[in-house]
């Protein structure tokens, strides 16, 4: 996407974006602030399940709604949307073969020097399952996942809830994985008046982005702790901002743990390792997703 500034190109990454768009309404900003990053070379946006208690549909609802935003950007015909698992793993050794987990694969067995990131806003089981048909694509990517409780205990938390045997496996395996655990990526705080001010402004893709927030703000008002009323967290749009500027202060290695049922942190071996962020620049990310959108409706005109 050309916003009147270049990026070298030594500098651009290729990337795979794999959401649970319709689960809720932050997935929306990351994808849109991905898909307007010049830095990026995007080779393909996979909607992700997150689980059967809202829908039975819910791969294709996300599916569904990473075409919506793609159509309100005129990007339509610009990147391919693939369908990923449409549930979780049912167990370690069986993979969900879907056209999500194939494009990984093959985007990572390319010829193309290029190095390869994938984004996780939700569930892991796309790349779960391309590790399980393919183990050679593990030094060919990094995976970047907005999941998991905070260290070093773990517990609840919805994208990790969604598939604890595909976690499983990836944290078995060799792929370099850069964990935002709930704790971090919850510190996207962004109020309404904000988001009123910064983003409904910015064409059709900034009403829309602005709209269906406010309209799942007011769905959820009877929830008992979230939302909170006049705030909101973009928790996703950490994967984004990392990609530009991986904060080299902000992370520790750690052992990658195992997941226990009630999704804590089983901690059993130290020889594999993993990237696990303690803290995130908001304000870098946020400003940045808002200019975006304010060069590329100054230069669309929608």
């Known amino acids: 996407m050309k916003l009147g500034f270049d990026v070298p190109d030594s500098k651009k990454i290729r990337l795979i974006v794999n959401s649970d768009a319709k689960n809720e309404a932050d997935d929306q900003y990351a994808i849109v602030h991905a898909l307007l990053t010049p830095q990026f070379i995007v080779k393909g946006l996979i909607g992700a399940h997150f689980g059967e208690l809202r829908s039975r549909t819910s791969m294709l609802d996300s599916v569904k709604e990473i075409e919506l935003l793609l159509k309100?950007?005129?990007?339509?015909?610009?990147?391919?949307?693939?369908?990923?698992?449409?549930?979780?793993?049912?167990?370690?050794?069986?993979p969900a073969i879907s056209e999500g987990a194939e494009l990984i694969v093959q985007e990572a067995m390319s010829d193309d020097q290029r190095p390869l990131?994938?984004?996780?806003?939700?569930?892991?089981?796309?790349?779960?399952?391309?590790?399980?048909?393919?183990?050679?694509?593990?030094?060919?990517?990094?995976?970047?996942?907005?999941?998991?409780?905070?260290?070093?205990?773990?517990?609840?938390?919805?994208?990790?809830?969604?598939?604890?045997?595909?976690?499983?496996?990836?944290?078995?395996?060799?792929?370099?994985?850069?964990?935002?655990?709930?704790?971090?990526?919850?510190?996207?705080?962004?109020?309404l008046a904000e988001l009123k001010r910064r983003v409904e402004p910015c064409g059709a893709i900034g009403r829309y982005l602005y709209q269906q927030l406010i309209e799942?703000?007011?769905?959820?008002?009877?929830?008992?702790?979230?939302?909170?009323?006049?705030?909101?967290?973009?928790?996703?749009?950490?994967?984004v901002g990392l990609l530009m500027h991986d904060q080299p202060f902000d992370y520790d290695w750690k052992p990658a743990?195992?997941?226990?049922?009630?999704?804590?942190?089983?901690?059993?071996?130290?020889?594999?390792?993993?990237r696990v962020y303690r803290d995130i620049d908001a304000r870098f990310i946020l400003e940045d997703m808002y200019a975006k959108l304010e060069l590329f409706s100054a230069i669309r005109g929608i």
């Open 72 to 94: 309100l950007m005129g990007m339509s015909e610009c990147y391919s949307v693939m369908r990923g698992a449409e549930r979780a793993l049912q167990d370690e050794l069986t």
């Open 257 to 274: 743990p195992r997941i226990a049922p009630d999704l804590s942190y089983v901690h059993r071996q130290t020889e594999r390792q993993i």
């Open 117 to 191: 990131f994938v984004i996780f806003l939700g569930a892991i089981t796309d790349l779960a399952t391309a590790y399980l048909m393919n183990p050679a694509i593990a030094d060919r990517l990094t995976a970047v996942w907005i999941g998991g409780g905070a260290w070093p205990d773990g517990g609840a938390e919805f994208n990790l809830g969604n598939d604890v045997h595909a976690a499983n496996v990836v944290l078995g395996s060799p792929i370099p994985l850069w964990q935002i655990p709930r704790n971090v990526y919850s510190k996207m705080r962004v109020s």
């Open 216 to 239: 799942t703000n007011q769905e959820w008002a009877d929830h008992p702790y979230w939302p909170r009323g006049e705030m909101w967290t973009l928790g996703d749009s950490p994967a």
